[in-house]
């Protein structure tokens, strides 16, 4: 079982940034592959960024060369560093936790609110 809990969220102006954070729990995170995902008012949760155990990453297309994802599993923690932050970034921010890279995983944590805005 893996317990996620996510921080960092909030209010910024259209160009600013902001850095989640998602702490896991359980005796396995260097092995889980880590991710962050978004769900807007009305849309379907969407893939942002993940990484592996290895720290390979992908990240949607929408925002490559903004954000970034990394993980300190001394900490059992994993980032999202977003920059350069759009409008339409403004959603619900997810992480996620499992075991394959080819699927999302299983466990998910309570979600952070973003809200990029003037």
């Known amino acids: 079982q893996v317990q996620l809990v996510e921080s960092g969220g909030g209010l910024v102006q259209p160009g600013g940034s902001l850095r989640l954070s998602c702490t896991g729990s359980g005796s396995a995170f260097s092995n889980v592959v880590m991710g962050w995902y978004r769900q807007a008012p009305g849309k379907q949760r969407e893939l942002v960024a993940r990484?592996?155990?290895?720290?390979?990453?992908r990240y949607a297309e929408s925002v490559k060369g903004r954000f970034t994802i990394s993980r300190d599993n001394t900490k059992n923690t994993v980032y999202l560093q977003m920059n350069s932050l759009k409008p339409e970034d403004t959603a619900v921010y997810y992480c996620?936790?499992?075991?394959?890279?080819?699927?999302?995983?299983?466990?998910w944590g309570q979600g952070t609110q973003v809200t990029v805005s003037s």
């Open positions: 990484i592996s155990s290895s720290k390979s990453t």
């Open positions: 996620n936790a499992g075991k394959s890279w080819a699927t999302r995983g299983d466990y």
